[in-house]
């Protein structure tokens, strides 16, 4: 006969094994381009645990291969701003041209390719030698900055011209530009590097590219499938597999789902006021939204498709990252 206090430990070990497993332990960057500090979340807790110091008008953000350092565009600051993550401090600076806005960093993490927003230039750092490689001219207000994985083209696009721009990485040149929709503002290479996808602020799309030919072969229109009156589409972020890509959709104060292989929008997650960045937790059971008018981060669990927290951070949230 097994005793009360058995029976409770055998309960506790089968709600133990019934529980679902815990978020992996992880970080969130969030940009705050008014307060000029990088906020700090911690991923277990959804606790705001820091804030970190950066150049003025912090906006575009990418981490390391090993996870150690984070790379800020300060853009008032005219650099990039190098941030020991362990110490959570600024401890170098990298040229980046005038008004750097996103970046992205190359596959072998030696690099650094920037949008130059007020001189209309895309350029790209080396970083090992802190210097500007090449800088290379193309529509005006550039943004949205992407690196195929086989590290041979850098996409830039440019919101005033509408154009997604096609750079040959080793030397810079400009290859072909393409029209696309109103106001273009981020871009993602599918991990096998044969799909680009760019979101266009004011037209509410996100246009499908064939890398190898430069053709859009394929638009998903939010304004087709409205949630919002106001809904936008700006920041991207596409899961390792490929298989889904998570857009900010501006204004629409929503996240949208898409099933890449179709085009196919799956579900909305509603967020706070003007969702600008968006970022996948390192395991991908979490998705982070900065709401840059709410002054907050959403929080939002894509097993359930709820928002677990609404983290308070004040300022102008703009972009996200994680790391482990």
Sequence with gaps: MIGKGAWAVVLVAALAGCAQPQVARHMAYVSDEQGNVVHVIDGTSDRLVGDIPVGGRPRGMAVSADGRTLYVAAGNANRIDVVDLASRRVVDHLPSGPDPERFALSPDGSALYVANENDSKASKIDIGAKRIVWQTSVGPEPEGMAVSPDG???????????????????????????????????????????????????????????????????????????????????????????????????????????????????????????????????????????NGLSGDVSVIDLKSGRTVATVKVGGRPWGAVTAP
């Design 152 to 290: 041979r083209w850098v996409i830039c696009t440019s919101e005033s011209a509408s154009l997604v721009h096609f750079i040959r990485a080793a030397d810079g040149r400009l290859v072909q530009s393409v029209l696309v929709g109103t106001r273009p503002r981020d871009a993602r290479f599918s991990p096998d590097g044969r799909r680009l996808w760019v979101s266009s602020e004011a037209r509410a799309t996100v246009a499908v590219f064939d890398t190898a030919t430069r053709r859009m072969i394929r638009t998903v229109d939010f304004e087709d499938d409205p949630i919002s009156p106001d809904v936008q589409a700006v920041g991207l972020a596409m899961t390792r597999k490929g298989d889904r890509l998570y857009v900010g959709l501006g204004r629409g104060d929503h996240v949208a789902e898409i099933d890449t292989a179709s085009g196919r929008i799956l579900r909305y997650f509603r967020v706070g006021h003007r969702t600008w960045g968006v970022a996948l937790s390192p395991d991908e059971r979490r998705l982070y939204a900065a």
